[in-house]
C-alpha cells in the first residue's frame, strides 16, 4: 500500500546541504505494524514527513494506496492526508484551547463531515481510547498518557488506512508508554496500517516488522517473528 | 464554517479579544457619529444659497474728508460700475447676505406689542438689487425706481418704507395659512410696510441662524460714508473685473478708501471656515481611527498567528489546506470585530443621543451605524489578511518538529 522508490531529500541552508534521504527504497503492505529505528539524524523523521505527506522530496517516486503522489499540488495532498493518514505526534500536538471533542472534531471538520456523523465518530474514538468520560475537558487538565490517548482518538476518528506515528511514547514514562503501545496494537490488529519511528527496542520489538535507518538508508529490514509462533 | 470551536477557542484569549473589541466599538462610535457630524456640515455649507454667488464681487467704500457728497458718490460710482462691460448689474446693499454680517428686525402682522414677532434679516438697497443679487422674483414686484430714497445718517429722518419685498420662507411665517403678497406688516414701532413681492428662496447673513432664509428687502440707499456694492457678471468674467473694478473706483475719486474688494464666494467661504475646520478635523480623527483599528486587528492576529505556530502545522497535517487556514483566522477576526460593532452599535446610540440632547443635532441616520459596520468589517478583514495569509504559509512539517 505504500511504496517508495529511490527517495531522496536534501535540505538546504544557506552555507551547507544535508542529504536526509539518500534514495530510500521501501514498500510497505497492508496492515503491517512497521517500527522504524536508527541513530538521531538518521532520518527517521524526514522518511516519516515525507509518508505522511508533510513534506515534498527531491528525487524518486512514492506511491500511495497506488496513488502516484510525486507531483500532487498542496491541496490534494491535505485532501490525503485528511482522508487517508492519521497521524500520532510525540507531544501530542492537541490544541490547547479546544476541549477533547473540538480536538477530536478538527480533521473531521475538514472533511466536511455532517454534524452527527462527526458527533458520533468523535464519541466513539474517544470511547476507544477510554477517554469518553472527559469529552468537555482541556488537554491541560489530562496527564501526557491520556493527552497522546486523545491524539490517537483523533487519528482514529477519520478511520484512517494508515497510521504514522514520530516517536509516540518519546514524551511519555514506561508505564503510560506500554498502554499507548497495546492500544496502536490493537488498532493494527484491526486492520489499520501503522509506521512508527521509536528508539525504543522494546517498543520495536512489539512491531511486526523493524526498519533501522542510518545516513539516510535503510541498513536493516527484519520481521520480527511472533514470540508465540516461536514457541511453538 | 467553524463558529463553534472558534468561539470556544477565543474564550481562552479573552483579554486580547476584548481590548480589539473595545477598541473596535470606541472606533465604531466615534467614526460614526463623526461622519454624521461632518454629514451635517457638509449638507450646511451645500444649501441652495437662492444668488448667483458665483459672479458676485462685493467692495467696501469709506469717503474721507468733510465735504464728501455721500450721495453723488454713490450716484458716481453706481453709473460707474452698472456701465462696465462683462458686469451685468450693481446695486448699493446696507449688508450683504452670507458675510456673517447683517441687520435683523422683528416683524408683525398685527400690530401689537404682544404677538410675537418674527425675526428677518434685512437688505436695504435700490431696485437694481434683485437682478445683481440673482434671487428669483416669483410674485409680486420689483421696487419703482422713485421708491429709492436716500438716508443720509445724522441728516434725513429714518422713514419706514412704504413697501417691501421678502423672501417665501418669511412669507410663510409671518402669513402660515395666507397669501402674504399684499399685505401689511409691523415693524417694532409699529409702522406698517405692504408686501409687495416674493422672492422664492435667499440666504441672509448668518450661515447658522436657523432663520437664514428669511429676509426682507425694502428700498432706499444708506448714504452713509461706509458704503457697499454688490457687482454681477457675466458668467466667467468675475476675476477678471475684480482688478479693473479696483481700479476704476479708486481712480475714480481718491478722496477715500477702498475698504475691501472681494468676491462673494471668499465672503461666503470665510462664513463657514468654522464647519469647514471642523469637518476637517473631524475627518483627520476619522483617519486615525481607522488607522488605528487596522494596526491593532494585524498587531492581535499576528499575535494569534504567532502563538499557534505549531498549531496551525497540526492543522495542517490533519488535512487543512491554506485556504481553510487563511479562513479559521479571517472568521475569527470577524467574530472579534463583530463582537466589538454590535457593542460599538450600543454605544454609538449613547453618544448620538448625547449630541442630539446636548448640541442639538439632529437624530441619527441609521445608515450611518450600518455603514460604519460594514466599513469595519472590511478594514478589519482587510487587515487580517496579511497575518492569516502568512498563517497559511506555515508548513505541515512543523508538527513533527519536536521543541
Ligand atoms: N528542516 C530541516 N532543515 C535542515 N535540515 C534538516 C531539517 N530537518 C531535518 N534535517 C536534517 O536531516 C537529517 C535527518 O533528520 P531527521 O529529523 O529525519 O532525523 P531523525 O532520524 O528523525 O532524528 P531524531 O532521532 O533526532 O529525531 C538530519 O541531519 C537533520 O539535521
Ligand atoms: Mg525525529
Not at chain 1, 466536511?112 to 472527559?134: H, Y
Request: charge should be neutral.
Amino acid at each position: 500500500m505504500l511504496e517508495m522508490r529511490g527517495i531522496k531529500k536534501f535540505y538546504r541552508t544557506e552555507q551547507i546541504q544535508t542529504r536526509a534521504l539518500a534514495g530510500l527504497d521501501l514498500s510497505i503492505d497492508e496492515g503491517e505494524f512497521v517500527a522504524v529505528t536508527g541513530p538521531s539524524g538518521s532520518g527517521k523523521t524526514t522518511f516519516l514527513n515525507i509518508a505522511g505527506l508533510l513534506e515534498t522530496f527531491d528525487e524518486g517516486r512514492y506511491l500511495l494506496d497506488g496513488e502516484d503522489i510525486t507531483h500532487l499540488g498542496d491541496n490534494a495532498r491535505s485532501v490525503i492526508r485528511n482522508r487517508k493518514i492519521g497521524f500520532i505526534f510525540q507531544s501530542f500536538n492537541l490544541i490547547p484551547d479546544l476541549d477533547l471533542f473540538d480536538n477530536v472534531d478538527v480533521p473531521l471538520r475538514y472533511r466536511g463531515l455532517s454534524a452527527s456523523d462527526r458527533r458520533q465518530r468523535i464519541e466513539s474514538a474517544l470511547e476507544r481510547v477510554g477517554l469518553a468520560s472527559r469529552i468537555r475537558h482541556l488537554p491541560s487538565q489530562l496527564s501526557g498518557g491520556q493527552q497522546q490517548r486523545v491524539a490517537i482518538a483523533r487519528a482514529l476518528a477519520g478511520e484512517p488506512r494508515f497510521l504514522l506515528a514520530d516517536e509516540p511514547t518519546g514524551n511519555l514514562d514506561s508505564k503510560m508508554a506500554e498502554q499507548v503501545m497495546d492500544l496502536l496494537q490493537e488498532i493494527n490488529q484491526a486492520g489499520t496500517t501503522i509506521v512508527m519511528v521509536t528508539h525504543d527496542p522494546g517498543l520495536a520489538a512489539r512491531a511486526g516488522k523493524n526498519i533501522r535507518l542510518l545516513d539516510g538508508l535503510i541498513e536493516d529490514q527484519q520481521i520480527v517473528i511472533d514470540k508465540a509462533v516461536l514457541a511453538s | 464554517m467553524e463558529f463553534g470551536p472558534v468561539i470556544r477557542a477565543l474564550r481562552h484569549h479573552k483579554t486580547g479579544t476584548l481590548l480589539a473589541a473595545l477598541q473596535i466599538a470606541v472606533s465604531l462610535a466615534i467614526i460614526v457619529n463623526a461622519s454624521f457630524i461632518i454629514k451635517q456640515r457638509a449638507d450646511k455649507i451645500s444649501r441652495p444659497t437662492g444668488m448667483d454667488t458665483d459672479n458676485i464681487i462685493v467692495v467696501s467704500i469709506r469717503g474721507v474728508g468733510e465735504n464728501y457728497d455721500t450721495v453723488a458718490n454713490i450716484t458716481a460710482d453706481l453709473n460707474l460700475l452698472r456701465n462696465l462691460p462683462g458686469v451685468v448689474d450693481a446695486a448699493p446693499i446696507n449688508q450683504v447676505p452670507l458675510s456673517g454680517s447683517g441687520s435683523s428686525t422683528g416683524l408683525r402682522t398685527i400690530a401689537d406689542e404682544n404677538v410675537q414677532a418674527i425675526s428677518t434679516a434685512r437688505y436695504q438697497t435700490d431696485e437694481h438689487s434683485m437682478n445683481t443679487l440673482g434671487v428669483n422674483l416669483i410674485r409680486g414686484r420689483n421696487f419703482y425706481p422713485e421708491e429709492i430714497e436716500p438716508f443720509i445718517p445724522g441728516k434725513t429722518e429714518r422713514k419706514t418704507p412704504a413697501v417691501i419685498v421678502v423672501t417665501q420662507a418669511l412669507a410663510d411665517s409671518l402669513y402660515p395659512d395666507d397669501d402674504a403678497l399684499g399685505k401689511p406688516v409691523y415693524w417694532g414701532d409699529m409702522s406698517s410696510s405692504t408686501i409687495v413681492g416674493i422672492i422664492d428662496h435667499m440666504q441672509g447673513s448668518w450661515v447658522s441662524w436657523d432663520g437664514l432664509d428669511r429676509n426682507m428687502i425694502h428700498p432706499g440707499i444708506q448714504a452713509d460714508t461706509f458704503v457697499r456694492y454688490i457687482i454681477r457678471t457675466e458668467p466667467g468674467e468675475r476675476d477678471r473685473l475684480l482688478p479693473i473694478i479696483e481700479e476704476r473706483l479708486t481712480e475714480r475719486n481718491r478722496q477715500r478708501v477702498l475698504r475691501y474688494i472681494r468676491t462673494h464666494e471668499e465672503l461666503i467661504q470665510r462664513s463657514y471656515e468654522l464647519d469647514r475646520v471642523m469637518a476637517r478635523v473631524l475627518l483627520i480623527i476619522i483617519s486615525l481611527l481607522i488607522a488605528i483599528t487596522a494596526l491593532v486587528i494585524v498587531g492581535l492576529a499576528s499575535y494569534f498567528v504567532s502563538q499557534r505556530t505549531r498549531q496551525i502545522g497540526t492543522r495542517r497535517a490533519l488535512g487543512a489546506t491554506r485556504a481553510d487556514i487563511i479562513r479559521y483566522f479571517l472568521l475569527e477576526n470577524w467574530l472579534i470585530t463583530t463582537l466589538g460593532a454590535v457593542a460599538g452599535c450600543v454605544l454609538t446610540v449613547l453618544v448620538a443621543y448625547w449630541l442630539e440632547t446636548s448640541f442639538e443635532l439632529p437624530r441619527l441616520d441609521w445608515r450611518y451605524p450600518v455603514a460604519g459596520v460594514v466599513v469595519l468589517w472590511i478594514i478589519s478583514q482587510a487587515a487580517a489578511w496579511v497575518p492569516a495569509w502568512r498563517a497559511a504559509q506555515i508548513p505541515p512539517a512543523i508538527a513533527t518538529r519536536n521543541v
